[in-house]
């Protein structure tokens, strides 16, 4: 498990760049209620989206296509009442069964074990269909506390399904109706949270809202503007990685990091004419590093051809 460890109380998120990471043992400061809670549910039910939400600050990338999440992403709530860890998982994809797909459900399957808590998330604004119908078989036989969240409560189009997501209480403990983008009813989300946590040890210091580290922080903010830029099955194909960060004398920070895909013609696709998409990435990654951490920013992106690089997600 990945912490950073900071002498002084500040928000992790502003200042990641500035510490450095260890691998340490859990943080036992306090003995209050704590526990871990998975999200689960289908892609683009707001999963990430209600992640960011709880926790107060940008943990996990969002995009409006799915598959944005790749691996399980922890998000750290710490309140006067304790501490949850949320586990944002990859959505499901019940068509695709390609290995990237393949992989991202493992991901999934492994999150279920240790934890304490089943947030299931699912969207009023989609019909329950078959894919619904196999992301609930991945729980039905946990015999955890399990609540139905209903997100995506503030759309309109809700309306057209909701009470079909509501005849699912039966196989919950509990229902929450929220929306993840208003922060509607996030609150009684929280106390039935803390409702389920027995005492326990902290697992992160209190300032902590994530277990990603710096590295993994920027090359996620890279996927993001590459999803957001790119469209149909591109993006499905890249994958990020920080290979330097570096402060330079002048007191800016230095990125160096290569985008992977799996061929020449995405590859030509993500460098656009004249080099004006990887030019276009770059800015809007520059532009959120600067806002976040009130520090300049120079990025060096660089997209190689690599068929294997799924083979680099673990």
Known sequence: MMIVFIDIKVNFSQYWL????YNLKP????IMKSGFAVLIGRSNVGKSTLLNALVG??????TPKPQT???PVQGVLTTQEGQVVFVDTPGIMQKAKDELTQK???FVKDSLEDIDVILYVVDPTRSIGNEE???LKLIEHINLPKLLVINKTDSRKSRDYIDFYRDLSEQFDSVVEVSATKNHNLNRLKEWIFGQMKEGEFMYPEFQTSNVSREEQIAELIREKLFLRLRQEVPYSTHVEVEEIEERKNGTIYIRAIIYTTDERYRR?????GGQGIKEIGQSTRKELETVNDRKFFLDLNVQVDPRWIKKLN
């Open 104 to 106: 991202l459900l493992q």
């Open 57 to 62: 600050t940008k943990v996990a990338i969002t």
């Open 133 to 135: 119908k196999q992301t």
């Open 27 to 30: 943080f036992a400061l306090k």
């Open 69 to 71: 999440t790749r691996k």
């Open 269 to 273: 696709m993500i460098i656009g004419a």
């Open 18 to 21: 500035k510490h450095r990471t």
